[in-house]
């Protein structure tokens, strides 16, 4: 437990059952502490950090919990080497080692998937690899510039924020301020 120090003396509680959805949904857990509540609780433990929190929201609620997210349809054949320029991206193509090293071998060791490709190869089913590589390229300008941080990524959202307003500090105080910033309730 740790006292948070802007909340009149409100300490955050231990995870178990007695507490409420709405106290769960209050508070920053780790996935360790919501999978250890899931198993004490019985509940599927399994999911993303989200989905996790708002399905032991539930069960401490007395609540079914939410329907599980329609999972995505994985498609049949992938691309096996050889690959060419031509090489059209079949439906459900994720990104393999046979396109990083097409892409390596195309744009330079520079190449990564970041989110621009990884959403191009998801979507991209009938355009050619020369498509891709001139995507690529295109989003280049757009990829150096910071990107948002996904939602569950809270801990690097926190570590970018807290470095932006404070460029000297060290990390042992940014995760100082993260220790603080964790242990308050969220609203």
């Known amino acids: 437990m740790s006292t948070n120090i802007q909340g009149v003396g409100e300490v955050r509680p231990v995870p178990g059952p007695e507490l409420s959805g709405a106290e769960l949904l209050r508070w920053y857990w780790t996935l360790e502490e919501l999978t250890a509540l899931a198993r004490r609780l019985g509940v599927p433990a399994g999911g993303g950090k989200a989905v996790l929190t708002r399905r032991l929201a539930a069960a401490l609620d007395g609540h079914a919990p939410p329907p599980p997210a329609a999972t995505p349809r994985r498609a049949g054949r992938r691309l096996a080497a050889p690959v060419d320029g031509g090489t059209v991206i079949p439906e459900g193509q994720r990104c393999s080692q046979v396109l990083r090293e097409f892409f390596v071998r195309e744009i330079g060791p520079g190449f990564h998937f970041d989110a621009f490709m990884r959403d191009y190869v998801a979507q991209g089913a009938g355009r ?60």
């Open 128 to 187: 050619t690899l020369d498509e891709a590589v001139a995507h690529w390229h295109a989003t280049r300008r757009q990829a150096a510039e910071p990107q948002p941080v996904g939602a569950q990524f809270e801990f690097n959202r926190f570590l970018r924020d807290w470095h932006s307003r404070h460029p000297d500090g060290s990390r042992t105080e940014a995760l100082a301020a993260w220790r603080d910033h964790r242990s308050r309730p969220r609203g």
